[in-house]
C-alpha cells in the first residue's frame, strides 16, 4: 500500500470532529502492486500434537476415495495416482481435525483489573493534559505540570504492575512442569529457557573464486557490494538462488575423464541398467497371493516384502516428529492412521517393491538450510544442508533396507573393520579397537602412526555408476539392484523459501541424497573393497572406518618405517579414491605418532619425533602432524592420558550448564526437573566414550566430581545458609542423597561394565568380542606397565582393582600422575594412604554395582 501524502499541504488537510480531543484526518491512499517486488507466501502451521485423533480418523474414512485393488499388480502410474490420492486424503483430515497456529498478544492474558484501572487513570490525565498543553496563563502551567507528574507516577505503577504479573504467569507456567511427563517435559523446557539462534540468511558472503554461481544464477558481480575478497549478497531472492545452485553443483556429476577403468564401469552400468529395465515383476498378485500379505520372496528375488502387521510395527516405533516433506505429512500423523489407510499403503509398498519402482514423489526433499557456526559470517561452506523427505517415504526405506541388509549378511560384504551404521556398533567400539592396539604396541616397545583420512563431500559424492558396479559384482539379485537403482537415481531438492514463488526443483545426478534410510549402508558397500585392499588388517597396516571417516595405522620401534609405511598406504589409498570419484582432502587430513613418554623412546625417536611428516604425491603437500586429534568424538592424544579430552568434555558442559543458568536458577521450577536435566542434557557429554578413557588419574577424575557437584548445588540450592552464618556446609554424601543419583564415577563403572557385558555377549562381529575372553598375562602386564586398554577393565573389576568390597570406587581414588598410570597395589592389602579425595558413597551407588554378571545368566 502507498499513502499519497507528498502532495498535500498540511493547510489543507481536512479534520473530522469527535467528542474527544481527538482530530482525525482524511486522507486518500492509493493501492497498487508493485511487480518487481517478490510475494512473499505465507505457511499454515499446524499444531499436530493438538489433533483431535478420534476426527482425525472419522474424517479419513469421510476423505478416502479408493483403495488400491491387492489381487493385481499395479502399473507405476497406478501406484502414483493412488499415492497422491492418500496424500489427499491425509491433508484434507489434517486441515479439519488439526488446529492451526495462531498469533496471539502475550500481553493479553498480562492485563489485570489493576492494570485496566491504572491505563484507563492514564488515559483520562492525558486528555486533561492536551486541554491545557497550549494554554499559557499560570494557573494551566501549574495544573498542566501536575497532571504530568500525575501521568508519569501511573506510568511507572503500570510498569510495576506489568512486571508483577509476568513474573507471576511465568512462576504459574515454571511450577506447572512436570518432570514425570516425559513427553512434554523436555519439550517444555526447551521452549521456555533454551535460546534459539536465529538461522536467517539476511547476508551471504560469496568468495571471488566462487563467481561463476553468479553466473548462473545471472547476478552481476560487478553491481555487488564486496570486501577484500568476498561479493555481498543483500537480496533475499538472490540468496536463495545462490544457495540452491551451490548444493546442486556438489551433486552434479563431473563429466567423464576417458580413463581406461571408469570406461568399463560406465559400460557395464549401462548394461547392468539395460537388464534391470527388462525385468518383469518378481511376483503376481492375486487372491492366494495378495498384495497386503504376499509370500516371502528372498531365495528367488533378494527381496522382502511386508505386511500390515510390520508396518504398524514400524509406524509404532518412529519419533513423534512433527516436520515434514513437502507432502505436509509429519511422523506424528503416520502413527495415528487407521487401519485401512495402513493396508493402503502397505499394498502401495510391495507394489513397489515387486516393480522395483521408488515414487517419485517421494524422492523430492524440502531443502532447509541452517549455519554450521551461527557466530561466523555466513559463507557458502558454513552452511549445512536439511533434507527433509515425506516421512512416508523413510518408511518404504526401511522396509527395503530389510533385503539390502540381507545382502550384506549373506553375502559378507561388509568387513569387520567398518564399524559405521551397523547394528550393535558403536563410535566406542572403533575407538577401543585403536587404543587397545595402540597400548598393545606400546607393551611391545613399539610406536603406532596413524593417519585420519578426509573424504571431501563424502556421502554427496558417490558414484552411481560406481555403485551399481560394485552391486552387480558383489552379487546382488537384479530385483533388488533394479530397486536400488530407482532408489537412488532421480532424486531432487527444493529449496524451502518463502521469496520465490516457484523455487527451482534441482534433480541430483551422483551422490546419496541426506536424510535417506539407506544411504549409510550403500556407502559402506561402495568403500567396502578398500578395507583389505593393499595388505591392510593382514599384517603391519590395519585400517578402522566409521562409514567415510576411516583411520589407517602401523607400528614399529622405528619412526621411519612408520613414516614410509603410512605414505605409501596413503597414496594408494588416494589413488584408489580418485578411481571411484571420491576426493580425498590432503588439508584436511591428519597424522599423529603414538609413542611412551620421551625418555622411554629410543634416541633417534628423542630428537626427530616432531619431525614426523608424509606427504601427498599428488599435490605435494604434508600432511598436518598434530600431537591430538579429534576421532568419532574423541581428542585421542600421542601419550593416550586423555587430559585434553577431559578437558575439552568439560569445557562443553559448562557451557551448556551456563547456557541454561535460568533453568538451574529458578526457584519456581522443582528440583528434581533440574536434576533431570543435568542427568540427560549434561551428563552424557562428560561420560561419553567413558570406556576408552576410565585409565585417568584420580586428580583428572575429581575435576568431574567437582564439576558435577557444582552442578547439583545449583540445583538443590545447597549452598551454606545466611542462617547459619554461612557456616553450615552440605557435605558430598548429603549432596548425593538429596540429589538421588549415583557418583559419576560410579555411574562410569556402571556404564562400562554393560558396555563390555554386550560386547562379550555379542556375535556379530568378531573383533568387538573376541578382546575379552581371558589373557591374565596380558592384563597383568598392562598393569604393571600402565598401558590399560577397556578389555583390561573385565580383570581389575573381577579382581578388586576398581571398587573394593565397600562399593567405593577406589581405581578412581589412586594417587597417580597422569604421566604414569601404573597400579603398584594389592587390592587384599590396599593402605588408605594411597588414596585422595572424598570416598563416601550413598545407597544408590551401592545399589548401582551389586549384583553383576559379564555373562548372560540362563533362565
Request: hydrophobic fraction near 35%; charged fraction near 25%.
Amino acid at each position: 500500500m502507498k499513502v499519497a501524502t507528498s502532495t498535500l499541504k498540511c493547510s489543507n488537510l481536512e479534520t473530522l470532529d469527535f467528542e474527544s480531543d481527538h482530530r482525525a484526518i482524511a486522507i486518500t491512499a492509493l493501492i497498487s502492486h508493485n511487480t518487481n517486488n517478490a510475494t512473499i507466501k505465507t505457511k499454515t502451521t499446524y499444531l499436530y500434537k493438538k489433533t483431535n485423533w478420534s476426527a482425525f480418523s472419522a474424517n479419513l474414512n469421510k476423505f478416502h476415495k479408493e483403495s488400491p485393488p491387492e489381487f493385481i499388480n499395479l502399473t507405476t502410474d497406478q501406484i502414483d495416482k493412488h499415492i497422491q490420492d492418500l496424500q489427499q486424503t491425509i491433508n484434507s483430515a489434517i486441515e479439519t481435525s488439526t488446529p492451526q497456529f495462531k498469533e496471539k498478544c502475550h500481553l493479553d492474558n498480562l492485563v489485570t483489573s489493576t492494570i485496566k484501572t491504572l491505563y484507563n487513570r492514564k488515559h483520562k490525565l492525558q486528555s486533561q493534559l492536551h486541554k491545557v498543553r497550549h494554554k499559557s496563563d499560570n494557573f494551566s502551567k501549574v495544573l498542566k505540570n501536575i497532571i504530568e507528574l500525575r501521568i508519569k507516577e501511573t506510568k511507572i505503577k503500570l510498569a510495576a504492575e506489568f512486571t508483577k504479573e509476568s513474573k507471576r504467569i511465568w512462576a504459574d507456567k515454571i511450577k506447572s512442569i512436570d518432570h514425570r511427563n516425559s513427553a512434554s517435559f523436555f519439550p517444555t523446557l526447551n521452549k521456555m529457557f533454551r535460546k534459539r539462534n536465529s538461522q536467517n540468511i539476511d547476508k551471504l558472503l560469496v568468495n571471488f573464486n566462487q563467481r561463476d554461481i553468479l553466473v548462473k544464477c545471472n547476478i552481476d558481480a560487478d553491481e555487488l557490494d564486496k570486501t577484500d575478497n568476498d561479493f555481498i549478497i543483500n537480496s533475499p531472492e538472490s540468496i536463495d538462488k545462490i544457495i540452491g545452485e551451490f548444493f546442486y553443483a556438489i551433486n552434479t556429476s563431473d563429466p567423464p575423464t576417458g580413463a581406461p577403468l571408469e570406461k568399463i564401469i560406465l559400460n557395464k552400468s549401462q548394461e547392468i541398467r539395460k537388464i534391470s529395465s527388462d525385468l518383469t515383476p518378481a511376483t503376481s498378485f492375486d487372491r492366494s497371493n495378495p498384495a497386503s500379505r504376499p509370500a516371502c520372496l528372498i531365495e528367488s528375488s533378494g527381496l522382502y516384502f511386508t505386511n500390515v502387521t510390520e508396518v504398524k510395527r514400524l509406524l509404532k516405533h518412529m519419533s513423534s516428529k512433527t516436520s515434514t516433506g513437502w507432502d505436509g505429512v509429519p511422523n506424528i500423523i503416520l502413527k495415528n492412521l487407521n487401519n485401512q489407510i495402513i493396508k493402503d499403503y502397505t499394498i502401495i509398498f510391495n507394489n513397489c517393491i515387486n516393480s522395483g519402482y521408488f515414487p517419485e514423489a517421494w524422492k523430492k526433499a524440502r531443502l532447509i538450510v541452517l549455519k554450521k557456526k551461527p557466530k561466523e559470517d555466513t559463507r557458502l561452506d558454513n552452511l549445512r544442508p536439511i533434507s527433509m523427505l515425506p516421512a512416508v517415504s523413510k518408511l518404504l526405506e526401511r522396509i527395503i533396507k530389510k533385503s539390502i541388509n540381507n545382502f550384506c549378511t549373506t553375502k559378507a560384504i561388509i568387513p569387520e573393520h567398518q564399524f559405521g551404521f551397523r547394528n550393535n556398533h558403536s563410535t566406542v567400539h572403533a575407538i577401543a579397537k585403536l587404543t587397545s592396539d595402540v597400548n598393545w604396541n606400546f607393551m611391545n616397545n613399539k610406536m603406532t602412526g596413524a593417519v585420519l583420512i578426509d573424504i571431501r563431500k563424502a556421502f554427496d559424492s558417490v558414484w552411481h555408476d560406481g555403485l551399481i558396479y560394485k552391486l552387480h559384482g558383489k552379487g546382488m539379485h537384479p530385483h533388488l539392484i533394479k530397486l536400488t537403482i530407482n532408489m537412488i537415481t532421480d532424486r531432487s531438492f527444493q529449496l524451502n523459501t518463502i521469496h520465490i514463488n516457484n523455487p527451482t526443483t534441482y534433480t541430483l545426478t551422483k551422490g546419496l541424497q541426506q536424510g535417506t534410510v539407506n544411504s549409510p549402508t550403500l556407502f559402506n558397500i561402495f568403500t567396502a573393497d578398500l578395507l583389505n585392499l593393499y595388505g591392510l588388517n593382514k599384517s603391519e597396516l590395519y585400517a578402522l572406518a566409521f562409514a567415510d571417516d576411516l583411520i589407517v595405522y602401523t607400528s614399529d620401534s622405528d619412526q621411519i618405517s612408520i613414516q614410509d609405511r603410512l605414505e605409501t598406504i596413503y597414496n594408494k589409498i588416494v589413488n584408489y579414491y580418485k578411481n571411484w570419484k571420491l576426493e580425498v582432502n590432503a588439508k584436511k587430513c591428519e597424522t599423529i605418532l603414538f609413542r611412551k613418554p620421551i625418555k622411554l623412546e629410543k634416541n633417534y625417536t628423542r630428537k626427530h619425533w616432531k619431525e614426523f611428516r608424509i606427504f601427498d604425491a599428488t599435490s605435494m603437500v604434508a600432511i598436518p602432524h598434530k600431537r591430538s586429534v579429534k576421532y568419532l568424538g574423541v581428542t585421542i592424544d600421542d601419550l593416550l592420558n586423555f587430559r585434553e579430552h577431559i578437558n575439552n568434555q568439560l569445557k562443553k558442559a559448562n557451557n551448556i550448564f551456563r547456557a541454561l543458568k535460568d533453568l538451574f536458577r529458578s526457584k519456581f521450577l522443582q528440583n528434581r526437573a533440574k536434576i533431570i536435566t543435568y542427568l540427560c542434557c549434561i551428563r552424557p557429554i562428560l561420560a561419553y566414550s567413558c570406556p576408552i578413557w576410565f585409565n585417568i588419574s584420580a586428580s583428572t577424575m575429581e575435576s568431574i566430581r567437582k564439576f558435577e557437584r557444582k552442578v547439583l548445588r545449583q540445583c538443590l540450592n545447597a549452598y551454606r545458609s545466611p542462617e547459619s552464618n554461612f557456616t553450615m556446609k552440605f557435605s558430598n554424601y548429603t549432596l548425593y542423597n538429596r540429589a538421588r543419583i549415583p557418583r559419576f564415577d560410579v555411574f562410569i563403572i556402571y556404564l562400562i561394565r554393560n558396555f563390555i557385558k554386550n560386547a562379550i555377549n555379542h556375535h556379530q562381529n568378531n573383533l568387538i568380542p573376541g578382546a575379552y575372553y581371558p589373557r591374565d598375562e596380558f592384563h597383568k602386564a598392562a598393569i604393571r606397565e600402565g598401558f590399560i586398554s577397556t578389555e583390561s577393565f573385565k580383570y581389575l573389576d573381577e579382581n578388586l582393582y576398581i571398587i573394593d568390597e565397600y562399593f567405593c570406587p577406589i581405581f578412581f581414588h589412586l594417587k597417580r600422575s597422569i604421566w604414569d598410570k601404573k597400579i603398584q597395589f594389592n587390592p587384599a592389602t590396599l593402605n588408605s594412604d594411597l588414596l585422595s579425595f572424598n570416598r563416601s558413597v550413598t545407597r544408590v551407588d551401592k545399589d548401582l554395582l551389586k549384583k553383576f554378571s559379564y555373562y548372560k545368566t540362563k533362565k
